[in-house]
């Protein structure tokens, strides 16, 4: 069974760094591409990256370019997002998320966790 | 990118009624690749539909999925008490993926 629990979310200033780290087990880790996606108050889901299941390709949404980066460890079945000049906007839970297909980039997230909260408040 | 505008923004249903979502996209979505989520509050997000009418695994046959092009719609038969919750549409047709602005399905 597929579970995936996020970490790391807490209360940091305006201007301050992060990393968020999702822990994946009940699957192949390294045989799937991840995503990470978030939701901020009152708002829609928006996602934010992916990473293959390799590694070898990441891409980002341009709202977060240069400021989020995703990244993966395989050898720990971890997923991570660094976030860096965190602005209040960016104050949401955020949610890993596994990609139905393996070895494909596919897009379909069939496994989410629950999620963690990221609140940017001075 | 794709822009996805869901449809109402909040439904009011009685258990058993019909429940019926729309999500409009701005531009075509190659190969239906159109999927829904389940969005309860505490809990991880459940993908519904994929493909825009193919059911995930362990959904039960209330729930379909159906449209092309730009219209869409998750329709829910009959209600059940559990399937009260926002309901999230995707696109993953092209990049970047984008989600709707979801409909909430509350207890009338």
């Known amino acids: 069974q597929v579970q995936l629990v996020e970490s790391g979310g807490v209360v940091v200033q305006p201007g301050g760094s992060l990393r968020l780290s999702c822990a994946a087990s009940?699957?192949?880790?390294?045989?799937?591409?991840m995503h990470w996606v978030r939701r901020a108050p009152g708002k829609g889901l928006e996602w934010l990256a992916f990473?293959?299941?390799?590694?070898?390709?990441?891409s980002h949404a341009d709202s977060v370019k240069g400021r989020l980066t995703i990244s993966r460890d395989n050898s720990k079945n971890t997923l991570y997002l660094q976030m860096n000049s965190l602005r209040p906007e960016d104050t949401a839970v955020y949610y890993c998320a596994k990609d139905q297909e393996g070895r494909i980039d596919d897009g379909v997230m069939d496994g989410w966790g629950k999620g963690t909260t990221v609140t940017v408040s001075s | 990118e794709i822009v996805l505008t869901q449809s109402p923004g909040t439904l009011s249903l009685s258990p058993g009624e019909r429940a019926t979502l729309s999500c409009r996209a701005s531009q075509t979505i190659t190969g239906s690749y159109l999927a829904w989520y389940q969005l309860k509050p505490g809990q991880a997000p459940r993908l519904v539909i994929y493909g825009a009418s193919r059911r995930a695994t362990g959904i039960p046959d209330r729930f379909s999925g159906s449209g092309s092009g730009t219209d869409f719609t998750l329709t829910i038969s009959r209600l059940e008490p559990e399937d009260f919750a926002v309901y999230s549409c995707q696109q993953y047709g092209s990049s970047p993926l984008t989600f709707g602005g979801g409909t909430k399905v509350e207890i009338k």
């Open positions: 990473i293959r299941y390799d590694g070898s390709h990441t």
């Open positions: 009940g699957f192949s880790f390294d045989t799937y591409g």
